[in-house]
């Protein structure tokens, strides 16, 4: 059994009870761990709300990870709230509309701006804010996508944001190794939630994956909870840098 007692997560990303990020919250809650949930915004704060009474210890704040300000309040908070942390989970993303809908070509200087800003940047700033508060050491994970690798229609300017943030990981974890802070990547497949909801054709996209992967299923959130559990746990003492694929095989097919 994963033993997460007495350690304490800060995650970022839950939007709604489909989000990864609340999957990932659910696992690390029975795991033991202590839970601070981040929402991006006043309008999520209520959804965010909604959701803690099911968690054993958790808290919420609010934080969008494109403003340096807000993240610095927030991880002051944190270590009033804390004094330290153990785990930090970014799931986030966001390219703006017109980058996922129209030709890649057509990508708007300002729209792969905030698609890596929001996408990838982050994980460097939150990184660098949980650092200081992660005196026994750590383990920090994000959220990726296959689209990094290989071109999936639409997915456009996310797909480099993605293999920015995988090289950020890996960048990351040799910073911060000699603190004893992980760093990795879960390479999740497609699951429908609001984020994938914006997407036309995710049912083919499903489908695909049904018909060609290893498993012939999709795989479910909390699947992707469980691995992030172990990622975050002592038992992933030694993994660092790492993207690890939880797609039910997808990734290694040829045709
Ligand atoms: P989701 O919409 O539930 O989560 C995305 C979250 O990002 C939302 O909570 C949103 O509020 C947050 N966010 C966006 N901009 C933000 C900002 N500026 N500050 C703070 N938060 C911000 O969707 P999800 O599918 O759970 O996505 C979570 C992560 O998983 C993303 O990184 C996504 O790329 C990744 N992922 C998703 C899938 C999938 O098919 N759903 C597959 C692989 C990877
Ligand atoms: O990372 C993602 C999607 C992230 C995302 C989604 C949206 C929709 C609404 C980022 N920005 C926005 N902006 C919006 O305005 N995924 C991994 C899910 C996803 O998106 C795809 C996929 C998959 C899987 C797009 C095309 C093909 C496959």
Redesign the pocket.
């Known amino acids: 059994m994963i033993d997460l007692k007495g350690k304490t997560a800060v995650i ?5 009870k ?5 999957a990932i919250a659910q696992k690390l809650n029975e795991a033991g761990a202590s839970l601070a949930i ?4 006043e309008r ?1 704060k209520k959804e965010a709300d909604s959701l803690l009474p099911e968690l054993r210890d958790a808290k919420s704040f609010q ?5 340096d300000g807000e993240i610095d309040a927030t991880f002051l908070a944190l270590k009033h709230a804390y004094g330290k942390l153990d785990i930090v989970v ?5 390219a703006p509309a017109d980058a996922i809908k129209n030709d890649f070509l057509l990508t708007a200087r300002e729209d792969f701006r905030i698609a890596l800003d ?2 990838a940047y ?1 994980l460097v700033a939150v990184s660098r804010a949980a650092a200081p508060l992660m005196a026994e050491g750590g383990s920090i994970l ?5 689209g990094s690798e290989k071109v999936f229609p639409n997915y456009n300017v ?1 797909g480099v944001a ?1 293999a920015a ?1 995988e090289a950020t990981v890996r960048y990351l974890a040799a910073s911060l190794g000699p603190k004893n802070i992980r760093v990795n990547a ?11 909801r914006g997407i036309g054709d995710f049912n083919k996209i499903l489908d695909t994956v049904t018909e060609r992967a290893p498993l012939h299923r999709n795989v479910e ?1 909390l699947e992707v909870g469980n691995t992030a559990a172990f990622l975050l746990s002592p038992l992933a003492s030694g993994i660092t840098g790492e993207v690890t694929y939880v797609d039910c095989g997808y990734n290694v097919t040829g045709m």
């Open positions: 970022f990303g839950l939007a709604n489909r989000s990864i990020a609340w981040c929402y991006q915004n999520l934080c969008d990870v494109s403003v970014h799931s986030v993303a966001f929001v996408s982050s994000t959220l990726t996508y296959y996310m993605k943030l879960i390479s999740a497949g497609p699951i429908k939630t609001l984020a994938a959130a």
